[in-house]
Nanobody, 125 residues
Framework: VQLQASGGGLAQAGGSLRLSCLAS????????LGWFRQAPGKEREFVAA????????NYGDSVAGRFTVSRDSAKNTVYLQMNSLKPEDTAVYYC???????????????????WGQGTQVTVSS
């Protein structure tokens, strides 16, 4: 199983970026996928998740209403659309895939057994 995250970069406050997470070896439509971020000196923080099957979505409090997680089953890819970016969104963003279709532990990194390499997002004020 491999995950390839991409789409990070530099954005101004109020701007937008879209991250992609391309999966191989496991089907995104049948597994819970999560996005997390980690800023220097901080723990990995839950950002968003989309379940397998129904595609139910959940968001961290700091991004709810600004970020949207979605998937394209044909491309076996999960996306994170980030709007109204803030400087505090600056971090390395990681996607993870669960061995389960749905997990109640989607907010915890330990619920995911494979991770992408991370993509840097920097938001300037």
């Amino acid at each position: 199983v491999q995950l390839q995250a991409s789409g990070g970069g530099l954005a101004q406050a109020g701007g937008s970026l879209r991250l992609s997470c391309l999966a191989s070896g496991r089907t995104v439509s049948s597994r819970h996928l999560g996005w997390f971020r980690q800023a220097p000196g901080k723990e990995r923080e839950f950002v968003a998740a989309i379940s397998g099957g129904s595609g139910s979505t959940n968001y961290g409090d700091s991004v709810a209403g600004r970020f949207t997680v979605s998937r394209d089953s044909a491309k076996n890819t999960v996306y994170l659309q980030m709007n109204s970016l803030k400087p505090e969104d600056t971090a390395v963003y990681y996607c993870g895939i669960s061995p389960y279709t749905s997990t109640i532990g989607y907010k915890k990194p330990a619920s995911y057994d494979y991770w992408g390499q991370g993509t840097q997002v920097t938001v300037s004020s």
